[in-house]
DNA sequence: AAATATCAGCTTTTT
DNA sequence: GCTGATATTT
C-alpha cells in the first residue's frame, strides 16, 4: 500500500487519504484528478475500511470509466466485479434493467438515441396532425428533454401561455407513445431511477445503506437531475468524493450545472475542499498564459496551477492573411515538429467547430500527412447499422415502433407512405403497436407486410439456439440488407461496417463476462427465476453478492443496450501515427506535446453565438482555457484575416481572447511569415498534390486586392472613433478609395479612406 | 414507390 | 459548401 501512496504530492495524498465524509476535490488542469480518484478508491478498498459493492464510481463517458477501471486493476489487482464503475447513464440502466417491474418498464426496453429521439418525436407530430413548422420537433425535443432534466413530468408542468401549454400535451402524448413502444429516451433512464429510488422506500433505503462510498468524476459537468439522482443514492452513511474543476465547465449549453458544486458543499456539509493545483502537464509560458486568461472570469472558485517545470517555449501566433494561409503555416510548424522527433499522433490540432475542419484536412491530405479526424459520424450511428440495430430491436422487443418503422421497409419491399399509415390508424384502433398491427391489414398492402412478419418469424425461429454473433450474422442475410448492400455501388464500406458489427459483438461478449455459447435471446427460464413477482427478489441477490450482468439481460439486450449507449469510437485510420484533428470540447481531458489552437477570431472563437447567452461568453473563455492547458510542450495560436465559412467570405478581427493573454509568453511570427505566405492561391482551383509548388509557381492575387492600394482586404486598421476593424472590401482607386470596415461590435462602415484616418494595425 | 430536384440551415456533445 | 429533409417527377 505504501508505494502506492508513494509518489502523491501532499495535497494528492490529503485527498486520497480523507476519512469518510464527503469532500470536494478541485483539481486544476493536468493536477492528476484520476490517479488520486483512482488510487483513492484503491486505498479505501486495502485499508479494509470497505468492501468492492459498497464503492460507486461515476463518470460522464465510457471512456473515462473504462480508463478508471483498468487503472484501478493496476493499484488493486483483486476482483473488482462487484464494484459500481459506470456513466450515469450506464449506471440507471444497471438499476432500472433489475428493478424493471417497480419502474413499470417492460423488461426488454429499448435506449433511444438522440436520432431516435428526435424521429420519435417527429412520428408524435405527424400522428398528431401537428404543424411541425409552428411546433419544430427539435425544440420540442429541447423542451421535453430540459423539463426531464429539472425532473418535471407533462401532468406537473404549470404552463404560462398558449404555447407552452400544447409543449406541455404533446410533452405528455410523447411519454405515453414511449411508454406504450417500451422505450427509454437518455433523459428517462435519469428520471425513471430518480422516481424509483423516490417511491419506493425498500429500495432507497437498501442502496444507501449498501453505497458507503460515492465518487464522481467531473463533478462541475453534473445537471441538476444527475446531482438529484446522487442526493438519493446516498444515505446518511455515505461519503460522496467529487472531483471537479470549475474552470473547465464548458457544458453549460447541455444543461451541465457548476452551481452543482456550490450547492454540494451546502447539501453534504463538505468540511474538506482541497485544492490541487500543481500542475505536471505544462511548460511554464503555458500555464502562466492560461492561468492569465482564466483570471478574466468572475465567479470563480479560485485556483492557480503552478508548476516545477521550467518555462519552456514562448507560445507562438500566427496572424495569416487566409484560412489557406492559415493551414500552410500549420503544415510548415508540423513538419518543423515533426523533423524534431515529435511523433505525429502528439500534435493536435484544435478548432472551435467542426466546420473548420475541412480546410485543414484538405491541407493535410494534399501534403500526405496522416491524420485522424474525432467526431463526426460514430460506428454505431452508422445508417447501415443503425438498420441492423433495428432488426434486432424488434426480434428483442416487437412493439418497438420507431425500429419498426425503420426497417419495414428497408430494403424496399413494396411497403410505402400509405400502407403505413394503414397500420397506423389499426394501431389506433386496435391498440396495439404496429407490427401487432399487421393482421388487421388485408389485401395487397396485408400482402407486403405479411412477407415482413414472415422475415423477422424466421429469423426469430433459426436464431433461438443461437449466440450473439451467428444470430446477427443470420439477421443480417435473412433481413436483406447485405443482399441489398451488395448491389449498390458504394456499398462496399458499408457491407464491411455490418460484418464488424459482427465481431463487434464476439468483442462484446468477452469484455462483458457472457460465455460465447449462451443462447442470445432471453429464455422464459431466465426470466422466471430472476423476478417473478417478487420486488425483492433482485434486491435479495444484490445484498449478497452482486449481480454479474449476464444474469439480468440476454446477451442480446445487453449488447443493444450497450449500442445505444456507446456510440463506439470514431476508427478511421486506426493504429497509424496521425495527428490528432478535434474540437476544443472534444479535446477536454487529454494532452499533446504540441497543440494548434486554430480559427482564433472574433464570431469564431468565441462563437458569435455566445455573446447572446448569459454568461456565454466565460464559457467560451473556460473553452480556450481547456485549449491552452491541453499543450504540454509547445502551443501555437492562428487566426486569420479572410476565411471561407458556409459558403461565404468572411472578414474577422481577431479573438479578444489574445488581448487577455500576458505578452511575455507569446512570440508574435506575423511579421516574418506574413510576407513568405502573402500569395494567396486562388479558390476553385483543383487541388494539388503539393502545396509548396503552388505557391513557388502560381501565386496570383485576385484584383480585388488592390495592389497599388495602401490598404488590402482583410488587414486590420483602427479607427479613432470605432477602434479596431477589419477592411471587407474596397471600391474606387487612386484618392477617391472607399472602404467597408467590420468594426465588429459597431458594425459594418463604409468610409471614404481619403477623409477617415486610418492606421494599420497588422 | 422509387428516383431526382430543390431548399433551408448551419456551435459545442455524451449518454 | 455540404448535408439532410421536403417537393416533384417518372
Given at each position: 500500500m505504501d508505494n502506492m501512496l508513494e509518489n502523491l504530492n501532499p495535497e494528492q495524498l490529503a485527498a486520497v487519504t480523507l476519512p469518510s465524509q464527503s469532500a470536494l476535490i478541485l483539481a486544476g488542469a493536468g493536477s492528476g484528478k484520476t490517479r488520486v480518484l483512482t488510487t483513492r478508491i484503491a486505498w479505501l478498498l486495502k485499508t479494509g475500511q470497505v468492501s468492492t459493492s459498497g464503492i460507486m464510481a461515476v463518470t460522464f463517458t465510457n471512456k473515462a470509466a473504462k480508463e478508471m477501471m483498468s487503472r484501478l486493476s493496476t493499484l488493486f489487482p483483486a476482483n473488482t466485479r462487484g464494484l459500481w464503475i459506470g456513466t450515469f447513464h450506464g449506471l440507471c440502466n444497471r438499476l432500472l434493467r433489475l428493478h424493471y417491474r417497480e419502474a413499470a418498464l417492460p423488461q426488454a426496453f429499448n435506449i433511444l438515441d438522440t436520432q431516435d429521439q428526435l424521429s420519435t418525436i417527429k412520428r408524435l407530430l405527424k400522428t398528431n396532425n401537428i404543424d411541425d413548422e409552428k411546433f419544430p420537433p427539435r425544440n420540442l425535443m429541447y423542451f421535453i428533454n430540459g423539463a426531464k432534466e429539472r425532473g418535471f413530468r407533462a401532468s406537473v408542468i404549470e404552463a404560462q401561455d398558449d404555447y407552452e401549454r400544447k409543449m406541455v400535451e404533446l410533452y405528455g402524448l410523447y411519454e405515453e407513445q414511449c411508454q406504450r413502444e417500451g422505450v427509454v429516451d437518455f433523459g428517462e433512464l435519469l428520471l425513471r431511477s430518480c422516481e424509483l429510488l423516490e417511491k419506493n422506500p425498500v429500495l432507497r433505503e437498501h442502496y444507501q445503506e449498501r453505497f458507503r462510498h460515492i465518487l464522481v468524476d467531473e463533478f462541475q459537468d453534473t445537471n441538476n437531475l444527475q446531482y438529484k439522482w446522487l442526493k438519493l443514492m446516498a444515505g446518511n452513511n455515505t461519503a460522496i468524493f467529487a472531483v471537479g474543476d470549475d474552470d473547465q465547465s464548458i457544458y453549460a449549453f447541455r444543461g451541465a450545472n457548476v452551481g452543482n458544486m456550490l450547492s454540494f458543499q451546502h447539501d453534504f456539509n463538505v468540511q474538506n475542499l482541497i485544492r490541487l493545483e500543481q500542475n505536471y502537464r505544462s511548460h511554464g509560458n503555458i500555464l502562466e498564459a492560461a492561468n492569465t486568461l482564466i483570471a478574466h472570469n468572475t465567479h470563480r472558485l479560485g485556483k492557480n496551477l503552478h508548476t516545477d517545470a521550467g518555462e519552456g517555449e514562448p507560445i507562438r501566433v500566427c496572424e495569416a492573411p487566409s484560412d489557406l494561409n492559415e493551414v500552410q503555416w500549420i503544415l510548415d510548424e508540423v513538419n518543423h515538429l515533426i523533423g524534431d522527433g515529435m511523433s505525429r499522433s502528439e500534435i493536435a490540432v484544435l478548432y472551435r467547430s467542426n466546420a473548420q475542419s475541412r480546410v485543414i484536412e484538405h491541407g493535410l491530405f494534399s501534403a500526405g500527412i496522416p491524420y485522424r479526424v474525432y467526431g463526426g459520424l460514430r460506428f454505431f450511428e452508422r445508417a447501415e447499422i443503425k438498420h441492423a440495430i433495428a432488426y434486432l430491436q424488434l426480434i428483442d422487443n416487437p412493439d418497438n415502433n420507431a425500429a419498426f418503422l425503420r426497417v419495414v421497409n428497408f430494403p424496399a419491399r413494396g411497403i410505402g407512405a400509405r400502407t403505413v399509415e394503414q397500420l397506423q390508424e389499426m394501431s389506433r384502433i386496435h391498440d396495439v403497436s404496429l407490427y401487432g398491427a399487421i393482421p388487421y391489414v388485408s389485401g395487397k398492402a396485408g400482402t407486403a407486410l405479411a412477407s415482413f412478419v414472415r422475415i423477422i418469424q424466421t429469423i426469430r425461429a433459426e436464431v433461438k439456439e443461437m449466440n450473439l454473433p451467428s444470430l446477427i450474422q443470420t439477421t443480417l442475410e435473412k433481413s436483406g440488407l447485405l443482399l441489398h448492400y451488395q448491389s449498390e455501388k458504394e456499398g462496399a464500406d458499408r457491407i464491411e461496417n455490418l460484418e464488424q458489427l459482427v465481431s463487434a459483438a464476439t468483442l462484446f461478449l468477452s469484455e462483458e463476462g457472457f460465455s460465447l455459447e449462451a443462447p442470445a435471446l432471453l429464455t422464459e427460464k431466465m426470466t422466471d427465476g430472476l423476478?417473478?413477482?417478487?420486488?425483492?427478489l433482485a434486491v435479495d441477490s444484490v445484498i449478497g453478492a452482486d449481480i454479474p450482468l449476464p444474469m439480468i439481460m440476454s446477451p442480446l439486450a445487453a449488447f443493444l443496450t450497450h449500442a445505444s449507449l456507446e456510440a463506439g469510437e470514431?476508427?478511421?485510420?486506426?493504429?497509424?501515427?496521425a495527428l490528432q484533428l478535434m474540437t476544443v470540447h472534444s479535446a477536454k481531458g487529454l494532452e499533446f506535446d504540441a497543440v494548434f489552437i486554430t480559427g482564433l477570431e472574433e464570431g469564431l472563437f468565441p462563437h458569435e453565438n455566445s455573446a447572446r447567452e448569459e454568461d456565454g461568453l466565460e464559457e467560451e473563455r473556460r473553452l480556450m482555457y481547456v485549449a491552452i492547458t491541453r499543450a504540454k510542450k509547445r502551443l501555437y495560436l492562428s487566426y486569420a484575416q479572410t476565411r471561407m465559412l458556409h459558403g461565404q467570405m468572411r472578414y474577422n478581427l481577431s479573438s479578444r481572447f489574445f488581448s487577455e493573454?500576458?505578452?511575455?509568453?507569446l512570440k508574435w511570427l506575423t511579421p516574418r511569415k506574413q510576407s513568405m505566405y502573402s500569395g494567396i492561391p486562388q479558390r476553385k482551383r483543383e487541388p494539388v498534390a503539393q502545396f509548396d509548388k503552388s505557391f513557388a509557381v502560381e501565386k496570383q492575387t485576385p484584383?480585388?486586392?488592390?495592389?497599388?492600394?495602401?490598404w488590402r482586404i482583410g488587414e486590420t486598421v483602427f479607427h479613432k472613433k470605432f477602434g479596431e476593424g477589419v477592411i471587407v472590401s474596397l471600391e474606387g482607386q487612386g484618392t477617391a478609395v472607399r472602404a467597408n470596415i467590420n468594426f465588429g461590435r459597431q458594425g459594418m462602415k463604409l468610409l471614404d479612406l481619403s477623409i477617415a484616418k486610418l492606421e494599420h494595425v497588422s
Amino acid at each position: 500500500m505504501d508505494n502506492m501512496l508513494e509518489n502523491l504530492n501532499p495535497e494528492q495524498l490529503a485527498a486520497v487519504t480523507l476519512p469518510s465524509q464527503s469532500a470536494l476535490i478541485l483539481a486544476g488542469a493536468g493536477s492528476g484528478k484520476t490517479r488520486v480518484l483512482t488510487t483513492r478508491i484503491a486505498w479505501l478498498l486495502k485499508t479494509g475500511q470497505v468492501s468492492t459493492s459498497g464503492i460507486m464510481a461515476v463518470t460522464f463517458t465510457n471512456k473515462a470509466a473504462k480508463e478508471m477501471m483498468s487503472r484501478l486493476s493496476t493499484l488493486f489487482p483483486a476482483n473488482t466485479r462487484g464494484l459500481w464503475i459506470g456513466t450515469f447513464h450506464g449506471l440507471c440502466n444497471r438499476l432500472l434493467r433489475l428493478h424493471y417491474r417497480e419502474a413499470a418498464l417492460p423488461q426488454a426496453f429499448n435506449i433511444l438515441d438522440t436520432q431516435d429521439q428526435l424521429s420519435t418525436i417527429k412520428r408524435l407530430l405527424k400522428t398528431n396532425n401537428i404543424d411541425d413548422e409552428k411546433f419544430p420537433p427539435r425544440n420540442l425535443m429541447y423542451f421535453i428533454n430540459g423539463a426531464k432534466e429539472r425532473g418535471f413530468r407533462a401532468s406537473v408542468i404549470e404552463a404560462q401561455d398558449d404555447y407552452e401549454r400544447k409543449m406541455v400535451e404533446l410533452y405528455g402524448l410523447y411519454e405515453e407513445q414511449c411508454q406504450r413502444e417500451g422505450v427509454v429516451d437518455f433523459g428517462e433512464l435519469l428520471l425513471r431511477s430518480c422516481e424509483l429510488l423516490e417511491k419506493n422506500p425498500v429500495l432507497r433505503e437498501h442502496y444507501q445503506e449498501r453505497f458507503r462510498h460515492i465518487l464522481v468524476d467531473e463533478f462541475q459537468d453534473t445537471n441538476n437531475l444527475q446531482y438529484k439522482w446522487l442526493k438519493l443514492m446516498a444515505g446518511n452513511n455515505t461519503a460522496i468524493f467529487a472531483v471537479g474543476d470549475d474552470d473547465q465547465s464548458i457544458y453549460a449549453f447541455r444543461g451541465a450545472n457548476v452551481g452543482n458544486m456550490l450547492s454540494f458543499q451546502h447539501d453534504f456539509n463538505v468540511q474538506n475542499l482541497i485544492r490541487l493545483e500543481q500542475n505536471y502537464r505544462s511548460h511554464g509560458n503555458i500555464l502562466e498564459a492560461a492561468n492569465t486568461l482564466i483570471a478574466h472570469n468572475t465567479h470563480r472558485l479560485g485556483k492557480n496551477l503552478h508548476t516545477d517545470a521550467g518555462e519552456g517555449e514562448p507560445i507562438r501566433v500566427c496572424e495569416a492573411p487566409s484560412d489557406l494561409n492559415e493551414v500552410q503555416w500549420i503544415l510548415d510548424e508540423v513538419n518543423h515538429l515533426i523533423g524534431d522527433g515529435m511523433s505525429r499522433s502528439e500534435i493536435a490540432v484544435l478548432y472551435r467547430s467542426n466546420a473548420q475542419s475541412r480546410v485543414i484536412e484538405h491541407g493535410l491530405f494534399s501534403a500526405g500527412i496522416p491524420y485522424r479526424v474525432y467526431g463526426g459520424l460514430r460506428f454505431f450511428e452508422r445508417a447501415e447499422i443503425k438498420h441492423a440495430i433495428a432488426y434486432l430491436q424488434l426480434i428483442d422487443n416487437p412493439d418497438n415502433n420507431a425500429a419498426f418503422l425503420r426497417v419495414v421497409n428497408f430494403p424496399a419491399r413494396g411497403i410505402g407512405a400509405r400502407t403505413v399509415e394503414q397500420l397506423q390508424e389499426m394501431s389506433r384502433i386496435h391498440d396495439v403497436s404496429l407490427y401487432g398491427a399487421i393482421p388487421y391489414v388485408s389485401g395487397k398492402a396485408g400482402t407486403a407486410l405479411a412477407s415482413f412478419v414472415r422475415i423477422i418469424q424466421t429469423i426469430r425461429a433459426e436464431v433461438k439456439e443461437m449466440n450473439l454473433p451467428s444470430l446477427i450474422q443470420t439477421t443480417l442475410e435473412k433481413s436483406g440488407l447485405l443482399l441489398h448492400y451488395q448491389s449498390e455501388k458504394e456499398g462496399a464500406d458499408r457491407i464491411e461496417n455490418l460484418e464488424q458489427l459482427v465481431s463487434a459483438a464476439t468483442l462484446f461478449l468477452s469484455e462483458e463476462g457472457f460465455s460465447l455459447e449462451a443462447p442470445a435471446l432471453l429464455t422464459e427460464k431466465m426470466t422466471d427465476g430472476l423476478n417473478a413477482g417478487n420486488p425483492l427478489l433482485a434486491v435479495d441477490s444484490v445484498i449478497g453478492a452482486d449481480i454479474p450482468l449476464p444474469m439480468i439481460m440476454s446477451p442480446l439486450a445487453a449488447f443493444l443496450t450497450h449500442a445505444s449507449l456507446e456510440a463506439g469510437e470514431n476508427q478511421a485510420d486506426e493504429g497509424q501515427d496521425a495527428l490528432q484533428l478535434m474540437t476544443v470540447h472534444s479535446a477536454k481531458g487529454l494532452e499533446f506535446d504540441a497543440v494548434f489552437i486554430t480559427g482564433l477570431e472574433e464570431g469564431l472563437f468565441p462563437h458569435e453565438n455566445s455573446a447572446r447567452e448569459e454568461d456565454g461568453l466565460e464559457e467560451e473563455r473556460r473553452l480556450m482555457y481547456v485549449a491552452i492547458t491541453r499543450a504540454k510542450k509547445r502551443l501555437y495560436l492562428s487566426y486569420a484575416q479572410t476565411r471561407m465559412l458556409h459558403g461565404q467570405m468572411r472578414y474577422n478581427l481577431s479573438s479578444r481572447f489574445f488581448s487577455e493573454l500576458p505578452d511575455r509568453n507569446l512570440k508574435w511570427l506575423t511579421p516574418r511569415k506574413q510576407s513568405m505566405y502573402s500569395g494567396i492561391p486562388q479558390r476553385k482551383r483543383e487541388p494539388v498534390a503539393q502545396f509548396d509548388k503552388s505557391f513557388a509557381v502560381e501565386k496570383q492575387t485576385p484584383a480585388s486586392f488592390g495592389r497599388n492600394s495602401e490598404w488590402r482586404i482583410g488587414e486590420t486598421v483602427f479607427h479613432k472613433k470605432f477602434g479596431e476593424g477589419v477592411i471587407v472590401s474596397l471600391e474606387g482607386q487612386g484618392t477617391a478609395v472607399r472602404a467597408n470596415i467590420n468594426f465588429g461590435r459597431q458594425g459594418m462602415k463604409l468610409l471614404d479612406l481619403s477623409i477617415a484616418k486610418l492606421e494599420h494595425v497588422s
